[in-house]
C-alpha cells in the first residue's frame, strides 16, 4: 500500500518568506508526527497529533513554528518569516496507536537563502 | 529525560565482514527501542524494534539487535555485511507515549 507522502520534496525560500509543508499519512494511522534532521542536531521531535486530542507541541522551537492536521489525515507544518538556521530535512511520520511503529515518509528538504 | 547515545559517528568494515553498532540509552522504565536505517537521499526504514519479550530481536536486510537491560544497550548486529548496507543507522527511544528519541546516528561505509 502507499506508504507515507510529503510535498514539495525541495523548497529554496527567501529569508523571511512563509513556507508550508504538506504530509499524507498511511491511510487508518491515528497518529502523526513531525521531525526535523539538521546537521549537528540529528532528528529531531517537533509535533505530534493523536486523533482528535490536542497535539503535542512541546518540540517546537520556535512560535514561528506551527502544523494542524485537518479532518485526522493530512497535515501542513508552517514556518512563519524563515530564518536560515530553519534549512534542514523536515520528516513526517505517521502510525497506528502509539508506541506502534512509526513509518517516515521520504521528507522535505528546506533551504533558506 | 531519556537520551539515545550512539558512540560512533563513523564505522568501516569490509565486505563480508561482520558488523556490531553500539546504542546505549537513558531511560527510567522499559523502552521502546529501534533501529532504522536512512540511505542518501531516502526517508527512514525501519529494521527491527523491540518492545517486551525475548531479549533477541530479528529484523529486516538480515539484521539483529540484542537489548540488555544490564548494560542500558540495544546493539545491533550483523553477521555478514554486503555494500548494500552503507547508509546512516540510527537507533532510537519511544517511551510510553510517542515521540522518539533519537541517537546521532552511525554513518556505515562498506569496503570492497
Known amino acids: 500500500g502507499a506508504g507515507v507522502s510529503q510535498s514539495p520534496s525541495n523548497k529554496v525560500t527567501e529569508k523571511g518568506k512563509d513556507v508550508e509543508l504538506r504530509c499524507d499519512p498511511i491511510?487508518?494511522?491515528?497518529?502523526l508526527y513531525w521531525y526535523r534532521q539538521s546537521l549537528g542536531q540529528g532528528l529531531e521531535f517537533l509535533i505530534y497529533?493523536?486523533?482528535?486530542?490536542?497535539?503535542?507541541k512541546s518540540g517546537l522551537p520556535s512560535d514561528r513554528f506551527s502544523a494542524e492536521r485537518t479532518g485526522g489525515s493530512v497535515s501542513t507544518l508552517t514556518i512563519q518569516r524563515t530564518q536560515q538556521e530553519d534549512s534542514a530535512v523536515y520528516l513526517c511520520a505517521s502510525s497506528l496507536e502509539p508506541p506502534d511503529t512509526q513509518y517516515f515518509g521520504p521528507g522535505t528538504r528546506l533551504l533558506v537563502l | 529525560a531519556q537520551s539515545v547515545t550512539q558512540p560512533d559517528i563513523h564505522i568501516t568494515v569490509s565486505e563480508g565482514a561482520s558488523l556490531e553498532l553500539r546504542c546505549n540509552y537513558s531511560?527510567?522504565?522499559?523502552?521502546?527501542l529501534f533501529w532504522y536505517v536512512q540511505s542518501p537521499g531516502q526517508g527512514l526504514q525501519l529494521l527491527l524494534k523491540?518492545?517486551?519479550?525475548?531479549?533477541l530481536v530479528q529484523g529486516i536486510k538480515g539484521f539483529e539487535a540484542e537489548f540488555k537491560r544490564s548494560q542500558s544497550s540495544f546493539n545491533l548486529r550483523k553477521p555478514s555485511v554486503h555494500w548494500s548496507d552503507a547508509a546512516e543507522y540510527f537507533c532510537a527511544v519511544g517511551a510510553l507515549g510517542y515521540a522518539l528519541n533519537f541517537g546521532k546516528g552511525t554513518s556505515l561505509l562498506v569496503t570492497p
Open positions: 531511560y527510567g522504565a522499559t523502552p521502546y
Open positions: 523491540y518492545f517486551s519479550g525475548d531479549t
Open positions: 497529533f493523536q486523533g482528535n486530542s490536542a497535539p503535542d
Open positions: 491511510s487508518g494511522h491515528t497518529a
